[in-house]
């Protein structure tokens, strides 16, 4: 069977602009050319075809007989369709719209409602802000927040306010509500350490592991691929393992009862802990990712590839033609891989999404 694999990264994107005729951004569609091979290192076969959406009119989909994109939207589903991919194999536009409701970060709000009356949490519920008023009230009641639009990507959605509001910030807040209609506020908290649960739907929701990484100004910068025990190990010095468990069961049991049959695949749940002026508290629900992850791939990786908890997963940026290669020839020669006798990665560099002399983008393993 020869699935087509969609790497198409701006499905974020794609979903707070609602439309199938999105365009997205050139520096998307360059992410998702330069690293359309990244399934290709986890989950196909020979037979498979790795693509970006802008792709798929050049490639044969005539022995296709499934189709796994990073994240289901109406961009990408009108794109494989005007491909000629069977309509049998897409979603139709009642289901498009209901993963793009879940994708919607009020439903993290409901989940956290959720969390709160089945364990004690510490931690204020976010609140839908419907007026700028209402923003500005959330900020004289806190003194920081972070307001966050209800579908974004990248990072790009958040604005973190710290000591009062700026005229700029008071048009952002305006710009997003006019837009989706709401913003998301809540309380500023000093986070201390970045972390999320994976899991996949098929005819159940099943936790599939943790994933540990880095983050800079809300984008992702890097993933720590370390076993699922090691993680737990690091985690314990601020969080509780019987807490952290109840969250997994917890979150299990409400997705399961809230996707019904209306999703198969992957999501993650992004979490913190933080510190408070009383120690240390854990935000179960920060958001959820209604699609692949950079989170599923480091777990998968890690538990595939790799035979230590000593290496990182790393998306690489820069915007001169040439360099990109030229970094991968320069970190194959220093880091040469050394493995195991099954194959496991002990040490060295490995590019998960090959470079060319045109790629602007990487994304390895040191």
Not at 64 to 87: F, I, M, Q, R, Y
Not at 166 to 174: E, F, I
Request: aromatic share 10%; hydrophobic share 40%; charged share 20%.
């Amino acid at each position: 069977m020869a699935v087509i694999y969609v790497f198409n990264p701006e499905h974020d994107l794609a979903l707070a602009n609602g439309s199938p005729y999105f365009n997205a951004p050139l520096a998307a569609k360059q992410f998702a050319m330069d690293c359309r091979m990244l399934p290709s290192m986890l989950f196909g076969t020979n037979k498979d075809i790795y693509c970006s959406a802008d792709m798929l009119k050049t490639v044969d989909i005539s022995a296709v007989e499934a189709v796994e994109p990073w994240g289901w939207d109406k961009a990408v589903a009108n794109s494989l369709l005007k491909a000629g991919v069977d309509t049998k194999l897409l979603p139709d536009n009642s289901r498009l719209d209901r993963i793009r409701h879940l994708s919607n970060r009020n439903v993290a709000i409901t989940a956290l409602d959720y969390m709160k009356c089945k364990q004690p949490l510490d931690i204020p519920l976010p609140r839908m802000l419907a007026t700028v008023d209402e923003a500005v009230a959330l900020m004289d009641e806190y003194g920081s927040v972070v307001y966050k639009m209800p579908w974004s990507g990248s990072g790009k959605g958040i604005r973190i306010c710290k000591n009062g509001l700026t005229d700029n910030d008071v048009r952002w807040l305006a710009n997003v509500i006019d837009k989706q209609s709401a913003v998301i506020g809540e309380k500023y908290n000093t986070v201390v350490v970045d972390f999320a649960m994976e899991f996949y739907v098929d005819d159940s929701v099943r936790f599939e592991g943790y994933s540990l990484f880095e983050v800079n100004g809300g984008c992702y910068k890097n993933s720590m691929l370390m076993s699922d025990d090691a993680i737990e190990n690091y985690l314990k010095q601020w969080v509780g393992m019987d807490e952290l468990r109840l969250c997994r069961d917890n979150i299990t049991i409400y997705m399961s009862q809230l996707l019904g049959n209306d999703y198969k695949g992957c999501f993650g749940v992004d979490m913190y802990v933080y510190a408070d002026i009383d120690g240390y508290k854990l935000n179960p629900m920060v958001e959820i990712n209604m699609r692949m992850t950079m989170g599923y791939v480091a777990n998968a990786v890690r538990r595939k590839l790799l035979a230590t908890d000593m290496q990182k997963m790393y998306v690489q940026y820069d915007s001169t033609a040439g360099n990109i290669l030229l970094h991968h020839k320069e970190m194959l020669k220093k880091y040469p891989l050394m493995s195991t006798s099954e194959g496991k990665i002990l040490s060295g560099y490995m590019s998960l999404t090959p470079p060319t002399e045109q790629s602007n983008y990487n994304i390895y393993v040191l």
